[in-house]
Structure formats: structure tokens, C-alpha cells
């Protein structure tokens, strides 16, 4: 009887992971699921996931995240000590090399947002519930019917806590459950205003879906503009869209040459305009 059972989901791969994972001699139960239709998403990959597990435990790794030895066994001691518990461990940035001003806020925000949660008396929130490294009881996960597969690859976890919060489910930081996050890898300014914009739609449906939460979404504070630029940038969100859109990526290519010529500060000011921006396009689409 196998302990452990890994189940990979494959949605999107370019490559031949599912082959190499079919080849692999694992010491463990193996199993690999493949999504033939592109982009479902991860909430629909983890749901898939969880609906072939057979374990007590549920274990949600990101694909780019690397674990270390002592993470599985830091996740059961955890629910072992604190049954019925959502559990979070950390995943650091591991940035090698030279490091850009991109990366290296990237860094800072995991490493200021696992150290909060680490703090005695850290009172924790939906925004806390990060899937990355995430474990629960499965007969939670189904209990509140899992990830909602509709959201657009942003804050699909956050939504799923908070149903979990709401369902009275604890959560637990477990220090031990360390992983290295590779998201650096393949995140780049483009991919990170992406993001913005997909998160400007999740936190719409979250808005809908959970109208006691709506005064803590970013969109709520966003709405209050407060001098002529900020009502220009809403202009173009709202209004002028594909306009914005080309304004946008113009700029966007003046942040490079900021970071040869060691502007930091300039720098950090244009790139959270950018993702204001496009923050408030993904609100104005959904």
C-alpha cells in the first residue's frame, strides 16, 4: 500500500512532460492526468486532481515550485497536531544570478507575506490561502465543492478561502513545509501585468459571489480617484481600452532603460502605474 500518491495534471505543457512522467520509475503511485483542452486553468487541473485522490490529505504544489525533503512529512505533523486545519508553507523566490528590479520585488513580496504570516497572533485572512504549497483535509476540499473553476487563473485560491474561513476552517503556517519557488523563471514585466489584469477580473467575480468581503477588495480603494493622473488612467481603462492598452505597452518599454541607468525609484513609480493600469482593465472587462 502506497503512503503517497502524486498526481500530476498537465494543462498547457509544451513539452513532453507527460511523456518523461510516463517513463519515470517513481518510488511512489504515479499518476498523470492530461488536459486535452488548452488553457482550463489551474482550479480545474486541482479539482481533477482531488477527485481521483484517494488519501485523507490534500497537497497542492504549483508546477513551479520545488520542494525540499522535509515538506510532506512538515504537512502531516501539522495536520496531526491541528486537525481540520488549512496548512501553508513557505515558497521562496530562489533568484540566482543577476537579479532586476523585477525579481527582486517579486522576492520581497513573497518573503514579507510568509514572514507576517509566521509573526505570533497573525490573523489570517482569505488572502492568506495560497495554493502553492497548501495542504487540507480532503473531505474539506469537497465539502465546500473544491476550487471554482471559473476564475481566470488569479486568486482562485483566495476565493476558495474564503469559503473555507467561512466554513469555520482554521488556518496554520508550517515554517518545516519549505519550498524554492522558481516563478522567476518564466515571469517577466509582460506576464506581470498580465497577471495585474487577470486579477482585476478574479476580484470581480469574487465581488459577486462574496458581497460581505467587497470592501476588501484593491478594486473598492481603487475606485476613489484622487488627482487629474489617476482619473486619466481610469479614463482609459474604462473608456478607451484599446487605447490604454497601446499607451500601456509604450511605456512599459521605457522600463528597462530606467533599471540600466539605476533609476529605482522612477522605476518602482512607473511599474506600479502599469499595474494599476492594468489591474483596472481586467475590472472593466469582467
Known amino acids: 500500500m502506497s503512503l503517497l500518491d502524486v498526481m500530476v495534471v498537465t494543462d498547457r505543457c509544451v513539452d513532453d512532460t507527460a511523456d518523461v512522467l510516463d517513463r519515470y520509475a517513481a518510488p511512489f503511485r504515479l499518476t498523470v492526468l492530461v488536459l486535452r483542452d488548452p488553457d482550463q486553468g489551474p482550479a480545474r487541473a486541482r479539482n481533477l486532481a482531488a477527485a481521483s485522490a484517494t488519501g485523507q490529505l490534500l497537497l497542492f504544489i ?6 525540499t525533503p522535509s515538506l510532506v512529512m512538515a504537512h502531516v505533523q501539522a495536520h496531526q497536531e491541528h486537525s ?7 515558497y521562496v523566490p530562489s533568484l540566482r544570478g543577476r537579479v532586476g528590479y523585477l525579481r527582486q520585488r517579486l522576492r520581497k513580496w513573497w518573503e514579507d507575506k510568509f514572514h507576517a504570516m509566521q509573526q505570533p497572533g497573525h490573523r489570517f485572512s482569505y488572502s492568506d490561502i495560497l495554493s502553492g504549497n497548501l495542504s487540507l483535509e480532503t473531505r474539506m476540499f469537497h465539502h465546500v465543492n473544491g476550487f471554482d473553476s471559473a476564475f481566470p487563473c488569479a486568486h482562485e485560491d483566495y476565493e476558495l478561502g474564503i469559503r473555507l474561513m467561512n466554513a469555520d476552517a482554521a488556518v496554520c503556517f508550517a515554517p518545516d513545509a519549505f519550498a524554492l519557488h522558481h516563478e522567476h523563471e518564466s515571469t517577466n514585466l509582460s506576464r506581470t501585468f498580465q497577471r495585474a489584469r487577470l486579477e482585476g477580473r478574479a476580484d470581480v467575480l469574487i465581488g459577486y459571489r462574496h458581497p460581505d468581503i467587497r470592501s476588501t477588495l484593491p478594486l473598492v480603494a481603487l475606485q ?22 497601446a499607451c500601456a505597452c509604450l511605456i512599459q518599454l521605457i522600463l528597462k532603460p530606467m533599471e540600466r541607468l ?3 525609484k522612477r522605476w518602482e513609480w512607473l511599474y506600479r502605474g502599469l499595474r494599476y493600469y492594468w489591474y483596472l482593465r481586467g475590472v472593466a472587462e469582467e
Open 62 to 67: 504549483d508546477d513551479d515550485v520545488e520542494p
Open 84 to 90: 481540520g486545519r488549512i496548512v501553508i508553507g513557505p
Open 224 to 245: 476613489h480617484i484622487s488627482g487629474v493622473l489617476e482619473h486619466f488612467v481610469h479614463l482609459l481603462a474604462y473608456r478607451c481600452g484599446p487605447l490604454g492598452d
Open 262 to 264: 539605476h533609476f529605482h
